[in-house]
């Protein structure tokens, strides 16, 4: 039975590994991890990570990757961020939830990155378990320069 029970842990941690690659609607992070992963935006993949997290005021401030693999600059951007406080197993705690649509300053170029900084309020760092991204919708598009 513990060989089995081994075998699928092992096949649940490979599949997790394939998700997490896979374009999505909506990522999530735990901010202590330093990972990437593929947020779908628009019909086009874009590849978003957590770079760093310090405290700021009551909050946190995240610090963000967004690469764009496409051959077009990016711009005018928004995002949808929600935000809150884990238990001890990952789950969120009620009355902790936050959620906000920021606006990404610049320009996100093609085949590189933008680096974004968003204070995420009442939540500083050793109490932030959760910070999911969605939405990443840009209204400007231009030819690689």
């Not at 378990?129 to 231009?142: E, I």
């Amino acid at each position: 039975m513990t060989l089995l029970r081994n075998r699928v842990e092992a096949l649940e941690t490979r599949l997790l590994a394939v998700q997490y690659r896979q374009p999505a609607d909506y990522v999530s992070f735990k901010p202590s991890e330093k990972n990437w992963q593929w947020l779908t935006s628009q019909g086009f993949p874009l590849r978003v990570g957590i770079r760093g997290t310090k405290a700021s005021g009551n909050g946190s401030e995240v610090s963000f990757d967004i690469g764009n693999p496409l051959a077009m600059d990016l711009g005018t951007c928004t995002i949808k961020l929600i935000w809150a406080e884990t238990d001890s197993q990952g789950i969120a705690v009620a009355g902790t939830r936050h959620e906000d649509v920021r606006e990404i300053e610049g320009w996100i170029p093609a085949g590189g990155y933008a680096a974004p900084d968003f204070t995420l309020e009442d939540i500083p760092p050793p109490k932030l378990g959760l910070v999911t991204v969605s939405d990443l919708n840009c209204l400007k598009l231009r030819e690689r320069q």
